[in-house]
C-alpha cells in the first residue's frame, strides 16, 4: 500500500470538471514530476490532497487513511503563491511554522537558509521574488511530513537559482516520504524526478518511470512533453 491512494476522482467547479476519474497511488522514497499545461488540473489536484478543496466523487487515502482535518499534519504543502505577510522577517516566518507545526526542524531550515545566502533579518517585502520562493521552500521542507507538495517551487526564477533550489531540494529529500513537484519546467526537474505524470484537461495521459521513458521513447521527458501537446 502506498503512502497516497487515489482511486475514480472527480472534481467539478459548477459544470466545469476539472478532474476527471483520476486513480493514482504514490509511495515512500518517490519524486514524482507532474506535469500539465495551463489549465490541466495540477493546483486542483494537490490542493485536494492536501485536503482544502473536498472530491466531488471518488477517494483520496493519505498512509492509509480519507482525509480529514488530520491531513495537513502530515502533508506538507508549497502554493504557487507567496503567502507570507509582507510585514515579516524570514526569523517570524521561522518562529510561526516552529510553534505551527510539530516536528518542525529549526536546523533544517536554518542550515537552507545559510545555503541560499539569506540572512534571517530580512523583511518579506525586502526579498526579490526568487528569494521569497527560497523562504517558504525552506519553511515547507523543514516539515518532518508523509507527503511534500510542491506546486511550481521553480516559477520566476533564473537558471542559476533553479538549479541551486533543486539541489537543496536533493539534499533535504527525506527516504521515508513521498515528495510531488508540479511545475512547467519540466527540462529542470525531469533530472530529480524518479515518475513522471502528464495531466491534460482534468485527465491522467501518462503516468510512468522518468528511465522506462528515457529508455523505451529514445528521447527526454521533456522531448515527449513537447510531442504530445
Not at 521574488?129 to 521552500?137: I, S
Not at 513522471?196 to 515527449?224: C, H, W, Y
Amino acid at each position: 500500500m502506498g503512502v497516497l491512494e487515489i482511486k475514480g476522482l472527480y472534481k467539478y467547479y459548477g459544470k466545469k470538471c476539472a478532474l476527471k476519474n483520476v486513480n493514482l497511488t504514490g509511495d515512500f522514497g518517490e519524486i514524482v514530476g507532474l506535469f500539465g499545461p495551463n489549465g490541466s488540473g495540477k493546483t486542483t489536484l494537490l490542493k485536494l490532497i492536501v485536503g482544502f478543496l473536498r472530491p466531488s466523487s471518488g477517494s483520496i487515502r493519505v498512509d492509509g487513511k480519507d482525509i480529514d482535518h488530520n491531513t495537513r499534519a502530515i502533508v506538507s504543502f508549497l502554493p504557487d503563491n507567496n503567502l507570507l505577510p509582507s510585514w515579516m522577517t524570514i526569523k517570524d516566518a521561522f518562529n510561526f511554522y516552529k510553534d505551527f507545526f510539530p516536528g518542525f526542524e529549526e536546523k533544517r531550515f536554518k542550515d537552507l537558509i545559510d545555503y541560499f545566502n539569506l540572512s534571517m533579518n530580512r523583511k518579506v517585502k525586502e526579498l526579490s521574488k526568487g528569494e521569497q520562493e527560497k523562504v517558504c521552500l525552506s519553511l515547507t521542507i523543514s516539515r518532518k511530513a508523509k507527503i511534500y507538495l510542491l506546486d511550481e517551487p521553480l516559477g520566476g526564477i533564473d537558471p542559476a537559482s533553479r538549479e541551486r533550489i533543486l539541489t537543496g531540494i536533493l539534499k533535504n529529500y527525506r527516504e521515508d516520504s513521498l515528495m510531488i513537484i508540479s511545475t512547467h519546467l519540466i527540462s529542470d526537474v525531469e533530472s530529480i524526478a524518479d515518475r513522471v505524470i502528464f495531466i491534460s484537461q482534468g485527465e491522467i495521459l501518462l503516468n510512468e518511470k522518468t528511465e522506462k521513458i528515457r529508455e523505451e521513447k529514445k528521447m527526454s521527458v521533456d522531448e515527449l512533453f513537447r510531442k504530445t501537446f
